[in-house]
């Protein structure tokens, strides 16, 4: 992997403000959220909110497989990830990634029990754009 697609693909994490969450459905059909990007521990891992009673979370449940897109359309630069998803109900998750203005979707607050965290981990991926390469995670973080 060039340097410069690697620093693509950091800026792409780094600057989208949404990414396309992708999961299996219970038809084993992929079934993709745009979903807002909140919180990245490095690039292999990524955190979204959403709806404890979504049919994401109970896909999720039964089928952990997932990716995850960023791109910039303008330009014809994208990166998919692709890992799986942890379901995370438990306080700690979610006082992390609880935001000002989420009582919108959550009415109950940082409490609510209709509010989950997904925890999306990458263990390969593949860029798009010039010197479009696949990696794995591990060549990525080196």
Same mark, same amino acid.
């Given at each position: 992997?060039?340097?410069?697609?690697?620093?693509?693909?950091?800026?792409?994490?780094?600057?989208?403000?949404?990414?396309?969450?992708?999961?299996?459905?219970?038809?084993?059909?992929?079934?993709?959220?745009?979903?807002?990007?909140?919180?990245?521990?490095?690039?292999?891992?990524?955190?979204?909110?959403?709806?404890?009673?979504?049919?994401?979370?109970?896909?999720?449940?039964?089928?952990?497989?997932?990716?995850?897109?960023?791109?910039?359309? $303008?330009?014809?630069?994208? @990166? /998919?990830?692709?890992?799986? +998803?942890?379901? &995370?109900?438990?306080? !700690?998750?979610?006082?992390?990634?609880?935001?000002?203005?989420?009582?919108?979707?959550?009415?109950?607050?940082?409490? $609510?029990?209709?509010?989950? @965290? /997904?925890?999306?981990?990458? +263990?390969?991926? &593949?860029?798009?754009? !010039?010197?479009?390469?696949?990696?794995?995670?591990?060549?990525?973080?080196?």
């Amino acid at each position: 992997m060039t340097e410069d697609a690697r620093n693509e693909i950091e800026s792409l994490r780094q600057n989208s403000g949404t990414a396309v969450l992708a999961c299996v459905d219970a038809e084993g059909y992929p079934a993709l959220r745009a979903m807002l990007v909140l919180e990245h521990e490095s690039l292999r891992t990524q955190y979204f909110s959403t709806n404890t009673s979504s049919a994401k979370v109970r896909a999720f449940l039964e089928n952990p497989k997932a990716s995850v897109y960023y791109c910039t359309p $303008d330009n014809y630069r994208g @990166v /998919l990830f692709i890992g799986t +998803v942890a379901v &995370c109900a438990d306080q !700690p998750s979610k006082d992390f990634l609880w935001r000002e203005g989420f009582e919108r979707y959550y009415p109950k607050g940082v409490t $609510d029990p209709d509010y989950s @965290v /997904l925890k999306f981990t990458a +263990v390969k991926g &593949c860029y798009y754009g !010039p010197g479009r390469c696949q990696f794995s995670i591990e060549e990525l973080e080196a």
